[in-house]
């Protein structure tokens, strides 16, 4: 760095100025991407309440807490890392995708960071948990879903070591980032699946038919939410 005597620092050699150009560039990337990523929520008009959530209970304060920055932000689900630790004030910490892919060094990670809350697809949880179990022991809430769930493997995290809460929890992509859950305290043996449980706070949830009128118990239907968690303005504009 040039040296001052009170005067405004000059970029005067060419090496550091563009040193100084990229980081100039790097800030205003970041703030461009900030700044759009608000105007896309905005135009979508998702309702941000960070993670006050019933379905996700706090215990102490939120810097106390700290979640992992592992999924692609293209992925809906990045919403609840990104977003739900930046809004309330909690640690985010990396976690490399060959790392997140490899269950004996995810597990070591999510140790050595002591992470408390974390979300993970349905996939990678049955990877986990087929090879090391106890892999979210020390975790204070797990949450998964995605995909059909295999019970075998809940019943293997729950029996090796469980995290303080166990949740399996749904959301199409216009929930952002969850519609419902259901806390796993036991599986029985001879379940054959794992419910998605119950609407989160200010969200319902409708099962309908195609004329969008109830079904009775036993009939299948489509599943409808509806509340502060649902995107709006995606009524009758099939191009969104």
Known sequence: MPKTTGEPVVARDGAFRRRLNLIYG???????????????????????????KDYLFIDGAWRDHVLTA????????????????????????PIAKTTAIAPRAFAAALDAERVTTIFVTTALFNAVAREIPAAFRHCRTVLFGGEAVEPRWVRDVLRAGPPGRLLHVYGPTESTTFATWHEIREVAEGTITI????????TRVFLL???????????????HAAGHGPARRYLNRPAL
């Open 70 to 93: 592992r999924l692609n932000p293209a992925f809906d689900a990045s919403t609840f890392e990104f977003w739900g630790a930046l809004l309330n004030g909690a640690s985010i910490v």
């Open 26 to 52: 790097l800030y205003a990337l970041a703030f461009v991407a900030f700044v759009l990523t608000l105007g896309l929520l905005e135009r979508l008009g998702f309702v941000s309440e960070g993670l006050a």
């Open 195 to 202: 419910p998605i449980g119950r609407p989160i706070a200010k």
């Open 209 to 223: 038919d195609r004329g969008l009128t109830p079904v009775p118990p036993g009939v299948p239907g489509a599943l």
